[in-house]
């Protein structure tokens, strides 16, 4: 079974350009998480997708971010305009509801250097 | 809000040593709880995790133990090896009532494990 993807695995941009990062989950897995990991900090939640519904998006940092999910497979982040802040991983993870809750499985992250 | 603490941030064992990194969580509805070890510029990998209904669980030198009554859990490695040598995230959720949720992750344990 194929994992989680991510594409890029690293993108270098300057600030106020535009980037799109590409998350394809495990085929079938209704459920798409974001996360981003800071430099030495914690993995932070960023949004939810149930199919292509967002289901919690309290995570998202500000309207710079927007995610999305069409036709409920694959997921894109794009940061526009990116600030140096915005520098980090960003992960994506999948999972299915089992019946036993659900497991995440995550992606190998893309790795964002802002300028 | 939900907050989980991690601690040691650090930690440096011999070979064949003991590790135990300890948790603790905010949300006392929190009833999920999954373990992940992140090898460098790899992706994060669950290796273990445990319900709120247990109070323990063991998968071969890996164990993770739950006290629901002080919110706290932790993550036993037994005879540790050098390829355990990794970032390992404990986290939390609180299904809601879909049953699937958001993780929120500690700030990372950097093991080292010395032959």
């Known amino acids: 079974e194929a994992g989680v993807t991510q594409f890029p695995s690293h993108s270098v941009i300057e600030k106020g350009q535009t980037v799109t990062l590409r998350c394809d989950p495990i085929?079938?897995?209704?459920?798409l998480y974001w996360y981003r990991r800071v430099m030495g900090k914690e993995i932070k939640f960023l949004l939810h997708?149930?199919?292509?519904?967002?289901?919690?998006e309290s995570g998202m940092p500000n309207n710079r971010f927007l995610a999305e999910r069409t036709g409920g497979t694959y997921s894109t982040l794009k940061v526009q305009p990116a600030e140096l802040e915005d520098s980090g991983v960003y992960f994506c993870?999948?999972?299915?509801?089992?019946?036993?809750?659900?497991?995440?499985?995550f992606g190998p992250g893309t790795r964002l250097l802002v300028l | 809000g939900e907050n989980v603490e991690q601690h040691p941030s650090t930690l440096s064992v011999q070979e064949g040593d003991s590790a135990v990194i300890k948790c603790t969580y905010s949300?006392?509805?929190?009833?999920?709880f999954p373990w992940y070890k992140q090898e460098l510029g790899k992706r994060p990998q669950l290796i273990i995790d445990?319900?709120?209904?247990?109070g323990e669980k063991k998968d071969q030198r890996i164990a993770v133990t739950l006290n629901k009554t002080a919110k706290h859990f932790s993550l036993h490695i037994t005879e540790t090896q050098p390829e355990d040598s990794a970032v390992y995230f404990c986290?939390?959720?609180?299904?809601?009532?879909?049953?699937?949720?958001?993780?929120?992750f500690g700030q990372g344990t950097t093991l080292q494990v010395k032959p």
């Open positions: 445990i319900r709120s209904n247990v």
């Open positions: 085929s079938g897995h209704d459920n």
């Open positions: 949300d006392s509805a929190s009833n999920y």
């Open positions: 993870a999948s999972a299915q509801q089992g019946l036993r809750g659900e497991t995440q499985y």
């Open positions: 986290a939390a959720t609180t299904p809601r009532s879909s049953n699937t949720g958001k993780l929120i």
């Open positions: 997708f149930v199919k292509e519904s967002k289901q919690d």
